[in-house]
């Protein structure tokens, strides 16, 4: 579909507009007429007057480029998106040449533009590029405001869904300059920020006793600010970095430490949902299931039991909405549940929950996610190690040969996790093999 089509469905009385993919799938979109018809109507006025050489600044004709890039991001019009992207950053660069002054503008149109969803394939060299301009500047000029604008460039690459490795060395470097700095040039907020997004882009690394330091920095530094303040920003700040700090110590094998970490995280989100936002209630689920981990693996089957109930009623709450990712949460707090009503031996129950979450999973749309095929694959293992305890073991056997197709699908190539799990779901499928008397 093209700009002028688009124009013409604008004009229409609906407040959806369907696109309809190659593949028949229909997907339905807000049309923001107002908004909408008043870029494509500048950027229309804005490339005329480019055609007839009128006088309009460099700068606006970047800016209004750049707008007009994001719109067609919006509506999924990716060549031309592309087209116009690509241009903004050249003219950014032929700009920048001439103007020393002007680098930091053109870094500011890289990022723009890489951060849009048709650029993601081509962020990380994008952001490489930006990063380079930067340290360039840096060594040519070396004053502060050159460094936070390296600073800048640094955590929005670092933030970003790039590779784990070179946005932990992007962070790395914005929580070195940082120290450079003087403290009146960052504010507590980006440099809270700066490191609880460093410990978890090192978490992804698997660097586990560095990952240990920065999260447990992040813990004290975000601790002083909520003291001195007070403000829900900073408790919001140092929930995020505490339920960060309690994965890690429980990964590491320090489950004391991180059970007491996780249950103040459970203590601050809990007081934080209580004004109904429900990102808070969401905070407070997640924190929840990650605070039953604990539990559970220490033994505290009781008191998991709680926690893993209590997770479990907050994600279906949150899924009535009919959002998918919220189904998904669902899945894995049902899947959770089950598996301790299990190691408790209530049986009947575990089956139940159990069987909700394998039911709730295939009736979801699903794309071929690595992620969403493990939380299968999980649901399944638990659901056959429950019906193979219950002595159904003809069902268990076809229940734990599908979660062993997934975890063997997934351990190709992969690191030991998926390794374990598909030796735990192999084992499970030979004692249902061995109790049916077949070889």
Known sequence: MRLEEYSELLKLDSSTIEFFTEHGKTIPCQKQVGNMKK?????????????????????????????????LDHLKLQKECLVVGDYAIKLARAFSSRAAEFHNEEVQIIFLIAHLNVYKSRACSLFIQAISICDAFVMMDGSDSAKVTLLDALVSAGTHDGPPALCAQWLGRAVDLISELPSAMVTDEFRCCVY????????????NSTTLAAKKQAVAFCRSLGAGHGQVTYKIDLAIALHNYGITLHDMGHFGDALSVKQEAVSLYRALAVDGHEEHKQDLADALDNYGDTLHDMGNLEDALGVRQEAASLHRALAVDGHQEHKMDLVDALDKYGNTLHDMGHLEDALSVTQEAVSLYCALPVDGQKENKKELASALNNYGAILHDMGHFEDALSVTQQAVSLYRALAVGEHEEYKRKLARALRGYGAALRDMGLP
């Open 39 to 71: 870029e494509l109507k500048e950027a229309q006025d804005l490339l005329q007057a480019m055609i007839e050489a009128k006088d309009v600044p460099t700068i606006e004709v970047i800016h209004r480029l750049c707008g007009l890039a994001k719109v």
């Open 196 to 207: 609880i997004n460093y410990g978890v882009a090192l978490g992804d690394v698997k660097e």
